[in-house]
């Protein structure tokens, strides 16, 4: 079992950046994805961006050039910065990490971002 906290959210201006973290627990950290998916009211939950056990990253259409993620396998931790935030970046923020079979998957319980003057 894996437990996964999210931190980092917050209220920010448009324009304005926000680095969220994910920290996991355990010895297998290294060697799993991991993945931020994102859930605003009355939406569906979407995938955000994905980094891989070996650094490979994947980024929705919607943040690429504005968003970047990397993880800090001594940490224990994945971050995601965000830039250039915008009020349809408002939304909860989901940490999912996920190991090599359908059992291995945890998620955090989300942090919250607004982008509002």
């Known amino acids: 079992q894996v437990q996964v906290v999210e931190s980092g959210g917050g209220l920010v201006q448009p324009g304005g950046s926000l680095r969220l973290s994910c920290a996991a627990s355990?010895?297998?950290?290294?060697?799993?994805?991991v993945a931020w998916y994102r859930q605003a009211p009355g939406k569906q939950r979407e995938l955000v961006a994905l980094?891989?056990?070996?650094?490979?990253?994947n980024f929705a259409d919607s943040v690429k050039g504005r968003f970047s993620i990397s993880r800090d396998n001594a940490k224990n931790t994945v971050y995601l910065q965000m830039s250039s935030l915008t009020a349809e970046d408002t939304a909860v923020y989901y940490c999912n990490v996920v190991g090599p079979g359908p059992e291995y998957t945890y998620w955090g319980q989300g942090t919250q971002v607004t982008v509002s003057l």
């Open positions: 355990g010895s297998m950290f290294r060697t799993y994805a």
């Open positions: 980094i891989t056990s070996g650094g490979r990253t």
